[in-house]
């Protein structure tokens, strides 16, 4: 279990177990019996699933205690808390149709295929105002073939998440793939949602064809990249898939150029840099690509000035924005940047690290060779992207060296990139 957060809250077990038992009517104000469900997460004892379970039996209809139920619901399912199991089916018949959500995703993550469980499940789907992405999840995760028909229903749904999950669903359960392409078309819809959760469709089905597609989507890079290495691992265990073969796609989507991306959005007519700089902060990153193609195509010479400025006033606090100024640097070629992107590519803030592995890249764009140490220390990292990033930075500045070490890196996609590049040169 992932440690690094358990001090976050500064809550022993006893004292989130003594919050969360607290009635809801006691709490003080600087207290949240919702954090001490969320905390609870680090401490996986008998003692823990007992409080998690007499929070989900406090029915208090009040906002707060629905939401503090839910928290319980989704912890107990992260805990594979089968002793709750009954607890939770108790759950599926709830008013609440997001309390019934954490309880159809929890017993999923417990992965029971008691069929009667199931049916439960299945029975969710003609129940009207219920959100179904999860349920048709969790009915295809646990291989329910009885719920097909079901599902078949939600194909043409107007919720493009829902029809995503229904399409990928009934592929996965008959291993029929052939309507599959009609998720890929999904990443690149106008809502940045349906674009990320189609990815996560893919992922689930297997479905190897969409790699270059998802390399180009216009999401935030975590996901894109969490999409190809889960793919690309499947798919090379059950001998489908060479690294060779996606590479390129791999890189592509690693280097991050808006100009390679297949963008959704458009600007009916050029704006001013001033507001481009604020696109730099959307939360769609497809508006945000857009924003940043539009400033290099247009505002090459300007926008380093404007940069600067919005980093000092912003964007060092904000860690999408802070991503894509760093980019843009290095797109823009701006040999002034230097130390701001070696302060980036040595950041140790968990929340910059995708802009670690962004200032790599564009510390291989601007061809400063004294980048060069700073680059070869970051190679001792756990963080495969950042990794991986560097050692397309050394390659661009000339110092391709470090693939031999590479070739035995802990991590098997970094092995895999350095021994092809090894082949390439040999």
């Given at each position: 279990?992932d440690?690094?957060?358990?001090?976050?809250?500064n809550?022993?077990?006893?004292?989130?177990?003594s919050?969360?038992?607290t009635?809801?009517d006691?709490?003080?104000?600087?207290d949240?019996?919702y954090v001490?469900?969320?905390?609870l997460?680090?401490?996986?004892?008998?003692a823990?699933?007992?409080?998690?379970?007499?929070?989900?039996?406090?029915?208090?209809?009040?906002?707060?205690?629905?939401i503090?139920?839910?928290?319980?619901?989704?912890?107990l399912?992260?805990?594979?808390?089968k002793e709750?199991?009954p607890?939770?089916?108790?759950?599926?018949?709830d008013?609440?149709?997001?309390t019934?959500?954490?309880?159809?995703?929890?017993v999923?993550?417990?992965?029971t295929h008691?069929?009667?469980?199931?049916?439960e499940?299945?029975?969710?789907?003609?129940?009207?105002?219920?959100?179904?992405?999860v349920?048709?999840?969790?009915?295809?995760?646990?291989g329910?073939k009885?719920?097909?028909s079901?599902?078949?229903k939600?194909?043409?749904?107007?919720?493009p998440?829902t029809?995503?999950?229904?399409?990928?669903?009934?592929?996965r359960?008959?291993g029929d793939?052939?309507?599959?392409?009609?998720?890929?078309?999904?990443?690149?819809?106008?809502?940045?949602?349906a674009?990320?959760?189609?990815?996560?469709d893919?992922l689930?089905a297997?479905?190897?064809?969409?790699?270059p597609?998802?390399?180009?989507?216009?999401?935030?890079l975590?996901?894109?990249l969490?999409g190809?290495?889960?793919l690309?691992?499947?798919?090379?265990?059950s001998?489908?898939?060479?690294?060779?073969?996606?590479?390129?796609?791999?890189e592509?989507a690693l280097?991050?150029?808006?100009?390679k991306?297949?963008?959704v959005?458009?600007?009916v007519?050029?704006?001013?840099?001033?507001?481009?700089?604020?696109?730099?902060y959307?939360?769609?990153?497809?508006?945000?690509?857009?924003?940043?193609?539009?400033?290099?195509?247009?505002?090459?010479?300007?926008?380093?000035?404007?940069?600067?400025a919005?980093?000092?006033?912003?964007?060092?606090?904000?860690?999408?924005a802070?991503?894509?100024?760093i980019?843009?640097?290095?797109?823009?070629?701006h040999i002034?940047a230097?130390?701001?992107?070696?302060e980036?590519?040595n950041?140790?803030?968990p929340q910059?690290?995708?802009?670690?592995a962004?200032?790599?890249?564009?510390?291989?764009?601007?061809?400063?060779?004294?980048a060069i140490?700073?680059l070869?220390?970051?190679?001792?990292?756990?963080?495969?992207?950042?990794?991986?990033?560097?050692?397309i930075?050394?390659e661009q500045?000339?110092?391709?060296?470090?693939?031999?070490?590479?070739?035995?890196?802990?991590?098997?996609?970094?092995?895999?990139?350095?021994?092809?590049k090894?082949?390439?040169?040999?």
């Amino acid at each position: 279990m992932d440690k690094r957060f358990i001090k976050l809250f500064n809550l022993t077990e006893e004292q989130a177990i003594s919050l969360l038992d607290t009635p809801p009517d006691q709490v003080s104000k600087t207290d949240s019996r919702y954090v001490a469900a969320s905390h609870l997460i680090n401490f996986p004892s008998e003692a823990t699933i007992k409080a998690l379970m007499r929070a989900v039996e406090q029915t208090d209809p009040a906002l707060q205690n629905r939401i503090v139920r839910r928290k319980s619901l989704e912890t107990l399912g992260r805990l594979k808390a089968k002793e709750a199991l009954p607890l939770i089916r108790t759950c599926l018949n709830d008013t609440d149709c997001y309390t019934v959500e954490n309880a159809v995703w929890a017993v999923g993550e417990i992965e029971t295929h008691d069929p009667h469980y199931l049916e439960e499940i299945a029975q969710l789907l003609e129940k009207p105002s219920q959100t179904y992405r999860v349920i048709i999840h969790t009915l295809t995760k646990m291989g329910y073939k009885p719920a097909l028909s079901r599902i078949e229903k939600f194909i043409d749904n107007d919720d493009p998440p829902t029809a995503s999950a229904a399409i990928s669903s009934i592929c996965r359960l008959t291993g029929d793939y052939s309507k599959m392409e009609g998720v890929v078309a999904m990443l690149h819809h106008p809502q940045v949602l349906a674009r990320r959760l189609s990815i996560q469709d893919l992922l689930d089905a297997r479905y190897y064809d969409a790699i270059p597609a998802i390399a180009r989507c216009p999401v935030s890079l975590v996901f894109r990249l969490r999409g190809i290495r889960s793919l690309t691992e499947a798919g090379i265990a059950s001998k489908l898939l060479t690294f060779e073969a996606i590479q390129d796609d791999l890189e592509l989507a690693l280097r991050d150029h808006p100009k390679k991306l297949e963008l959704v959005h458009s600007y009916v007519q050029l704006p001013a840099l001033p507001v481009l700089i604020r696109g730099l902060y959307e939360t769609d990153f497809g508006r945000c690509y857009l924003a940043s193609k539009t400033i290099i195509e247009n505002y090459a010479e300007a926008a380093p000035a404007a940069l600067f400025a919005t980093y000092e006033e912003e964007a060092k606090n904000d860690y999408g924005a802070h991503f894509h100024v760093i980019k843009l640097f290095g797109w823009l070629r701006h040999i002034p940047a230097y130390d701001l992107l070696m302060e980036a590519l040595n950041n140790p803030l968990p929340q910059f690290q995708k802009s670690r592995a962004a200032a790599a890249i564009a510390l291989g764009e601007l061809g400063e060779l004294q980048a060069i140490p700073e680059l070869k220390a970051c190679l001792e990292t756990k963080i495969w992207d950042l990794k991986y990033a560097v050692l397309i930075a050394l390659e661009q500045l000339g110092d391709t060296g470090a693939y031999e070490e590479a070739a035995n890196d802990d991590d098997w996609l970094i092995r895999e990139m350095s021994r092809a590049k090894l082949q390439m040169t040999s």
